[in-house]
């Protein structure tokens, strides 16, 4: 019984094996490049995006703890403070963006 499994097995791979092949040689490279640092570039951009995309949210967060306030000076120095930190946080994506953007592409030519 183990034999004729074994041989099921094999013979099944060796009747496979060419259809992966077939299948494997028609594939797209979808990254659509083959260099590592365009790669990077990308994915440093997309993280970048998304960092900016949360600076935002905060904004709008403190802004809104400003404004639910009531006058509650407690409150409106929390989100005084969430805004500052915000601007902050975005300044530092930006020179970020930048740097990254200087070095990239002084590594792709």
């Keep these: 019984m183990k034999h004729l ?3 099921l097995l094999i013979s ?3 009747w496979m094996l060419p259809l992966t092949t077939l299948a494997a040689t028609k594939l797209d490279n979808p990254l659509g490049t083959t260099s590592p640092q365009i790669v990077i570039g990308r994915i440093v951009r997309a993280l970048l995006g998304v960092s900016g995309a949360l600076a935002l949210l905060m904004f709008v967060y403190g802004g809104m703890l400003w404004i639910i306030s009531g006058g509650s000076a407690e ?4 989100g005084k403070d969430t805004l500052v930190w915000a601007t902050f946080g975005l300044a530092i994506i930006f020179m970020a963006y930048t740097l990254v953007e200087f070095v990239i592409k002084a ?3």
């Design 5 to 7: 499994k074994k041989t």
């Design 75 to 78: 409150k409106i120095k929390k």
């Design 107 to 109: 590594f792709a030519g």
């Design 12 to 14: 099944a791979y060796v």
